[in-house]
C-alpha cells in the first residue's frame, strides 16, 4: 500500500512538473535564450573565421576606426589613472613608513590589472556601442539582407573584420594605456617625493616578471574579443526599428562591460594558480 501511494505520489509530481507549475521565470528563461544565443553566434565565428574570403582590407579600416577614435579618451583616463591610483596608494604605505615601495605598486597594480581595466572599459563604452549601433541600424534598415542577396557573406564582412580588429587594437591600446598611467603615476611621485624619472621606471620594473606582461596580453585580447563579439551580436540580432538600435546599443555596453569583469577575475584566477605552480615546484 505505501508503494502504492508513493508511486501516486511521483506521478502527481511528474504531473505537475509536466503542467508547467516548476518552469523557470521570464527573467531566467530570457537570460538562458541569450547566452544560448550568444554561444551560437561564438561557435559561427570559430566556424567562419579560417574560412575564404579574407577581408584584410576591412579588417585594416576597422582597425584605424577603432584605434583613432578610442585612443584620445585613453589618453586623459589612463594618464589621470595613473595620478589617482598613487595618491591613493601613498596614505597607506606612508602609515608603514614604506613609501619607497611606492614606484614598485604602482608598476604591478597598473600593469597587472589598472592598464587593462581602463582600456577594457573604454573599449566597451566606445567601441561595443558603436558597433551594436551600426549594425543595428543595418539590420532594421535592411542592409544586411541587401549584401546577402548581392552575394557579399554579411557575417564574414561585417562580423569576423570588426571582432579581429578588436583583438588587434584592444592590446595596442593596453600598452597606450599602461605607459601613460605609469607616466601619470611618476608625476604624482615626481611632485611629492622628487624621485628621478630613471629611478622611477627601474623600480617600476624592477618587480614585474615575465608572467605578469603575459597575463596583461592575455587579458587584453579576450577583452578584444568580448567587446567585439558581444557589441556585433547585439547590432545583429537588433529589432524593432529605432528604438530597437538603442537597446542594442546599451545592452552591447552593458553586456561588455560585465564580460571584461569577469575575464578579468577568471585570468587572476589563472595567473594565481600558475604562480603557485612556478614557484611551488
Not at 512538473?17 to 561564438?42: H, R, W
Not at 544586411?144 to 564582412?157: L, W
Amino acid at each position: 500500500m505505501q508503494e502504492t501511494f508513493a508511486q501516486e505520489e511521483q506521478l502527481d509530481n511528474q504531473a505537475e512538473s509536466t503542467s508547467g507549475k516548476f518552469t523557470l521565470p521570464n527573467g531566467v528563461q530570457d537570460f538562458l535564450l541569450e547566452m544560448a544565443g550568444v554561444y551560437k553566434f561564438i561557435a559561427r565565428f570559430f566556424k567562419d573565421v579560417f574560412r575564404p574570403p579574407y577581408e584584410f582590407k576591412e579588417v585594416l579600416n576597422q582597425c584605424y576606426i577603432i584605434g583613432y577614435k578610442t585612443l584620445p579618451l585613453i589618453i586623459f583616463t589612463g594618464y589621470i589613472g595613473g595620478i589617482v591610483f598613487t595618491r591613493q596608494s601613498r596614505p597607506s604605505l606612508e602609515s608603514f613608513g614604506a613609501v619607497s615601495w611606492l614606484p614598485s605598486l604602482v608598476g604591478v597594480g597598473i600593469i597587472r590589472s589598472l592598464g587593462p581595466l581602463i582600456a577594457g572599459l573604454i573599449g566597451a563604452g566606445k567601441i561595443a556601442s558603436n558597433i551594436g549601433a551600426e549594425l543595428g541600424s543595418m539590420k532594421v534598415t535592411e542592409q544586411i539582407d541587401a549584401m546577402e542577396v548581392s552575394g557579399t557573406n554579411p557575417f564574414t564582412y561585417l562580423v569576423i573584420t570588426r571582432v579581429l580588429a578588436c583583438m588587434f587594437m584592444i592590446p595596442l591600446l593596453v600598452i597606450f594605456t599602461d605607459t601613460l598611467a605609469m607616466l601619470g603615476g611618476f608625476t604624482s611621485i615626481y611632485f611629492n617625493e622628487g624621485t628621478s624619472f630613471t629611478l622611477y621606471w627601474a623600480e617600476a620594473f624592477s618587480v614585474l616578471k615575465m608572467e605578469d606582461i603575459f597575463a596583461s596580453t592575455l587579458k587584453s585580447l579576450l577583452f578584444g574579443f568580448a567587446i567585439g563579439i558581444i557589441g556585433c551580436y547585439k547590432g545583429f540580432t537588433s529589432k524593432k526599428g529605432t528604438v530597437g538600435v538603442g537597446k542594442a546599443a546599451n545592452s552591447a555596453v552593458v553586456l561588455s562591460m560585465f564580460m571584461i569583469f569577469v575575464i578579468d577575475l577568471i585570468t587572476l584566477q589563472i595567473m594565481t594558480f600558475v604562480r603557485t605552480l612556478i614557484y611551488t615546484v
